[in-house]
Nanobody, 115 residues
Framework: QVQLVESGGGLVQAGGSLRLSCAASGSIFNIGVMGWYRQGPGKQRELVAVISSGGITNYAASVQGRFTISRDNAKRTVYLQMNSLKPEDTAVYYC?????????WGQGTQVTVSS
């Protein structure tokens, strides 16, 4: 079993920054792709950014140039540095990890950006 625990969410003013972290634990030999998704009020969950085990990244167009995803394989942790935050970035942010053929999700962390 794999557990993902996110941290780092909170309330920030527009233009501010936050850094999310997601640590994986459990029966893990290695972790494949890791990513961040978000679900805003009344919206469907959407991809924010993903990163392969080798460090290849992909971003949603809406966050390109503002957000940076990274990972520390030794710590089994993925990060999301969010800069120049906008009110439309307000959402619950979820971490995802691909381990041994299964996608696992974290419980989510709230990010609220005030105007």
């Amino acid at each position: 079993q794999v557990q993902l625990v996110e941290s780092g969410g909170g309330l920030v003013q527009a233009g501010g920054s936050l850094r999310l972290s997601c640590a994986a634990s459990g029966s893990i030999f290695n972790i494949g792709v890791m990513g961040w998704y978000r679900q805003g009020p009344g919206k469907q969950r959407e991809l924010v950014a993903v990163i392969s085990s080798g460090g290849i990244t992909n971003y949603a167009a809406s966050v390109q140039g503002r957000f940076t995803i990274s990972r520390d394989n030794a710590k089994r942790t993925v990060y999301l540095q969010m800069n120049s935050l906008k009110p439309e970035d307000t959402a619950v942010y979820y971490c995802q990890a691909y381990v041994a053929g299964t996608y696992y999700w974290g419980q989510g962390t709230q990010v609220t950006v005030s105007s």
